[in-house]
């Protein structure tokens, strides 16, 4: 195995530059090379899970609680820094620097609760998972047909979802569903977040689940979930529309609001694999020699190198940008798409040329290059494709055409 550099940490821009910023980078950078690089590249290619141990070792460090205010016990900081300490651990494993997100969904229940959840969140006791996605239903939201019933004392949830990860492990499954029948006429109406406890490691009564088996975001299991009467008490419906009179389109709105944080979070994550495909390729062609010197010495491979890095640094320039605007309170939603889109395609495309730069050795699961390009490979799809970025930047852009 090729030893990485050994600290190749890129410097934060002046503008954004601070002694705070600089040390929680440091202390991701050494957290992610020191304990997580090493497991990863042993459980990884056997599909092993992330162990309890490491994350207990995340939240001991703040790492769940970033952006979580301090008197929950939270770090109490910004976008800015969130995405300083998710590339720094995607750099190692994609499905580390994932797993942090899984806290911030305390923080859209009751007041009531999240007095008690919010702290075990910003410790990592407390984890959820997300079901949106359906067999029909991804990118068009509006399209969700899993039911939520209004019974006596609470609901009944009846449906199928795709795609959701970590929820055999979570503490609580959010599912979004309807609480009216679906109407082609108001697609958006009655769509709601309710909140399924459970306890880690089961599925609650009315919840079965098959995992789905993926080519990369190992470290993790992700499901496919059926819901059959799954009966959930009526303070588990979430957000200020709890209480039904308001806005018939606030689920809706929240979910789709939701996801200008997560694609920032995904450029980070892109832009970290990136990086690991960069600096494990600077190392290696140092080392691996052809005819008679290292293939480093070759203007072909230097200017690769080259390319490399500077779609990586043109991208991270981008995300540091969009996150500073958003913790300036800015609407970032097109910048967040844009990033998005950038750092997930160029990911792609960088940790692609780093296989081939390693030649037949990357194609092993000896050398961790072929782990960043399958995870950089879903950076393309999840949280948003990259078809659906360039429609939400084309129509900040474009008059709506009459045929829609």
């Not at 109407?183 to 995992?211: C, S, Y």
Request: charged share 25%.
């Amino acid at each position: 195995m090729v030893r990485a550099l050994e600290d190749p940490r890129p410097p934060i821009p002046l503008a954004y530059r601070t002694e705070d910023r600089i040390g929680i980078q440091q202390l991701a950078r050494d957290f992610a090379m020191r304990r997580v690089l090493p497991i990863a590249n042993e459980l990884d290619p056997e599909h092993g899970l992330i162990p309890e141990a490491l994350r207990k070792e995340m939240g001991d460090l703040g790492f769940f609680g970033i952006m979580i205010p301090e008197k929950y016990g939270g770090l109490g900081l910004g976008v800015f820094e969130y995405a300083l300490v998710t590339e720094e651990l995607a750099r190692a494993w994609m499905s580390v620097a994932s797993i942090i997100a899984r806290s911030g969904l305390a923080a859209t229940f009751p007041a009531t609760q999240r007095a008690e959840l919010v702290p075990r969140a910003a410790r990592g006791d407390w984890l959820a998972a997300f079901a949106m996605s359906e067999p029909d239903a991804g990118s068009d939201v509006a399209s969700v047909r899993t039911r939520a019933t209004k019974v006596d004392g609470g609901y009944l949830i009846n449906g199928q979802k795709m795609w959701c990860t970590f929820a055999d492990q979570a503490n609580c499954i959010v599912v979004v569903a309807r609480t009216q029948p679906y109407d082609p006429e108001r697609r958006h109406a009655g769509i709601r977040q309710l909140a399924v406890h459970k306890d880690p490691g089961t599925f609650p009564a009315g919840v079965t689940g098959n995992p789905i088996r993926k080519i990369g975001y190992h470290g993790w299991h992700t499901w496919e979930l059926s819901f059959d009467d799954c009966f959930v008490p009526d303070d588990a419906l979430l957000g200020s529309d709890r209480t039904e009179p308001g806005d018939p389109d606030g689920g809706f709105k929240r979910t789709a609001s939701g996801m200008t944080v997560p694609r920032i979070h995904t450029a980070a994550r892109a832009i970290g694999l990136a990086r690991g495909a960069l600096e494990d390729s600077v190392a290696y062609v140092q080392q691996r020699r052809q005819f008679e010197r290292p293939i480093g010495d070759f203007q072909s491979i230097r200017f690769k190198i080259a390319n490399m890095a500077a779609k990586v640094e043109a991208c991270r320039a981008l995300m540091y940008q969009v996150a500073h605007d958003a913790d300036q309170g800015e609407s970032v939603d097109v910048k967040a798409a844009m990033v998005k889109y950038l750092a997930s395609e160029m990911s792609e495309r960088v940790t692609s040329e780093a296989i081939q730069i390693h030649g037949g050795a990357g194609y092993t699961t000896d050398f961790p290059v072929e782990r960043y390009w399958r995870d950089a490979r879903l950076t393309k799809i999840f949280e948003g494709t990259s078809e659906i970025m360039q429609r939400i930047i084309s129509d900040s852009l474009l008059p709506a055409s009459a045929l829609r």
